[in-house]
């Protein structure tokens, strides 16, 4: 059983809310682009999963450089808060 998990629709609105755009796709992966913190981070979003658990999604939080608790908050109360 996968300790954290969340949907591939609900990580693509967390992106948008922190301003990151979609640029392209490579194969299976929707490339997103943005700033945190005046830093430039590019995210490879997996689409032929609809949900995303432990490793794959910790991956993809460090690519986009926003803070690991945005994602844990998102998950138990659907909100999404800036840091």
């Given at each position: 059983m996968p300790r954290f998990l969340i949907y591939q629709k609900?990580?693509?609105?967390?992106?948008?809310?922190?301003?990151?755009?979609?640029?392209?796709?490579?194969?299976?992966?929707?490339?997103?682009?943005?700033?945190?913190?005046?830093?430039?981070?590019?995210?490879?979003?997996?689409?032929?999963?609809?949900?995303?658990?432990?490793?794959?999604l910790m991956i993809m939080i460090v690519q986009s450089g926003i803070p690991k608790e945005v994602f844990k908050v998102f998950r138990k109360t659907g909100r999404i808060i800036k840091l």
């Amino acid at each position: 059983m996968p300790r954290f998990l969340i949907y591939q629709k609900d990580f693509i609105k967390i992106l948008k809310e922190y301003n990151f755009r979609y640029t392209h796709t490579k194969g299976s992966h929707n490339f997103w682009e943005g700033s945190i913190n005046g830093k430039y981070y590019v995210v490879q979003v997996d689409v032929k999963y609809d949900f995303y658990s432990d490793t794959l999604l910790m991956i993809m939080i460090v690519q986009s450089g926003i803070p690991k608790e945005v994602f844990k908050v998102f998950r138990k109360t659907g909100r999404i808060i800036k840091l």
